[in-house]
């Protein structure tokens, strides 16, 4: 906790922890680097974009915010709370929606969010009213006893998100979670996430590889082969590339990605 003295009153937001830090991690798949050196922050109340085209290291640096993979090198921290040193109090501050699909299918909207609550350890009265709070702000109140089977794909993922904001997160992870929805329902739920951001202070990192969702007001961190090119506030990464917009800017940093493997003749 800072100390605040009588002359500085006010609390001083720079000195606390961000949502997110990530310093000098490392990441190899055998001789291959996924991550190689990545240090990057995501403030509490804001937007960042994870900006990177196929294999950059985007779902490779999810892992090992939640763990799924171990961090050995470098340190992150949720909420200033280390994931290897203190991996409860981090992963309690943390909601994420998987790039896969996670809900189970066969199961309600309201058992699939009251089952995540169950493994948080929140009571079962409490659970139900915080469900329908999570389901208005992501628009499916009317959906709660259908089961998820039923739902559409982009009615999926606003359950995800609804699930991933159960607990009361302030470190919100998204891994390309518009994948395979059409251009009204991927704005729809970006917006969502942002009206979260405002409305709820917690910091977001959404991977993606999709440039229109991006605005101007977001933090945007570029990723590619594993390094981070470029990141700050979107008109920084545009004079970091010496680009005029963020599309130019993105082919800058990333222009030896094409001809790999998937080059076409
Ligand atoms: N389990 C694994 N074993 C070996 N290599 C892996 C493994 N997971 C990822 N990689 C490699 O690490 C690199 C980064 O992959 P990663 O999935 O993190 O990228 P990404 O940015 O999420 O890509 P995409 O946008 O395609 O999902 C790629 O070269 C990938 O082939």
Same mark, same amino acid.
């Given at each position: 906790m800072p100390?605040?003295?009588?002359?500085? !009153?006010?609390?001083?937001?720079?000195?606390? !922890?961000?949502?997110?830090?990530?310093?000098?991690?490392?990441?190899?798949?055998?001789?291959?680097?996924?991550?190689?050196?990545?240090?990057?922050?995501?403030?509490?109340?804001?937007?960042?974009a994870l900006l990177g085209p196929n294999g950059a290291g985007k779902t490779t640096l999810f892992?090992?915010?939640t763990r799924l993979y171990h961090n050995r090198s470098g340190a992150i921290r949720v909420l200033g709370h280390d994931v290897r040193r203190q991996p409860a109090a981090a992963l309690s501050r943390l909601g994420?929606?998987?790039?896969?699909?996670?809900?189970?299918?066969?199961?309600?909207?309201?058992?699939?969010?009251?089952?995540h609550a169950a493994l948080h350890g929140i009571g079962r009265s409490a659970a139900k009213q915080r469900?329908?709070?999570?389901?208005?702000?992501v628009g499916l109140s009317d959906r709660a006893r259908d089961k998820v089977r039923q739902?559409?794909?982009?009615?999926?993922?606003?359950?995800?998100?609804?699930?991933?904001?159960?607990h009361r997160p302030d470190l919100l992870l998204l891994d390309e979670p518009t994948v395979g929805l059409d251009i009204a329902s991927r704005a729809g739920i970006v917006a969502e996430v942002r009206r979260l951001v405002a409305s709820e202070g917690i910091g977001v990192l959404w991977a993606t590889h999709i440039i229109e969702e991006i605005a101007p007001t977001d933090r945007v961190v570029v990723l590619?082969?594993?390094r981070i090119q470029a990141q700050g506030a979107h008109a920084e990464v545009l004079?970091?590339?010496?680009? !005029?917009?963020? !599309?130019?800017?993105?082919?800058?940093?990333?222009?030896?990605?094409?001809?790999?493997?998937?080059?076409?003749?």
């Amino acid at each position: 906790m800072p100390i605040h003295f009588a002359d500085h !009153p006010a609390p001083d937001l720079a000195a606390e !922890p961000p949502a997110l830090s990530v310093e000098r991690v490392t990441h190899a798949f055998g001789p291959r680097k996924a991550l190689d050196d990545v240090s990057l922050a995501v403030p509490r109340g804001n937007f960042t974009a994870l900006l990177g085209p196929n294999g950059a290291g985007k779902t490779t640096l999810f892992s090992l915010v939640t763990r799924l993979y171990h961090n050995r090198s470098g340190a992150i921290r949720v909420l200033g709370h280390d994931v290897r040193r203190q991996p409860a109090a981090a992963l309690s501050r943390l909601g994420v929606v998987f790039q896969a699909r996670t809900l189970d299918l066969d199961l309600s909207v309201m058992q699939n969010l009251l089952y995540h609550a169950a493994l948080h350890g929140i009571g079962r009265s409490a659970a139900k009213q915080r469900a329908a709070e999570v389901l208005e702000s992501v628009g499916l109140s009317d959906r709660a006893r259908d089961k998820v089977r039923q739902l559409s794909g982009g009615q999926m993922r606003r359950v995800e998100i609804a699930r991933a904001l159960m607990h009361r997160p302030d470190l919100l992870l998204l891994d390309e979670p518009t994948v395979g929805l059409d251009i009204a329902s991927r704005a729809g739920i970006v917006a969502e996430v942002r009206r979260l951001v405002a409305s709820e202070g917690i910091g977001v990192l959404w991977a993606t590889h999709i440039i229109e969702e991006i605005a101007p007001t977001d933090r945007v961190v570029v990723l590619h082969k594993g390094r981070i090119q470029a990141q700050g506030a979107h008109a920084e990464v545009l004079a970091t590339a010496g680009a !005029p917009d963020l !599309p130019a800017a993105f082919l800058a940093l990333t222009h030896d990605t094409a001809p790999q493997s998937e080059a076409h003749p």
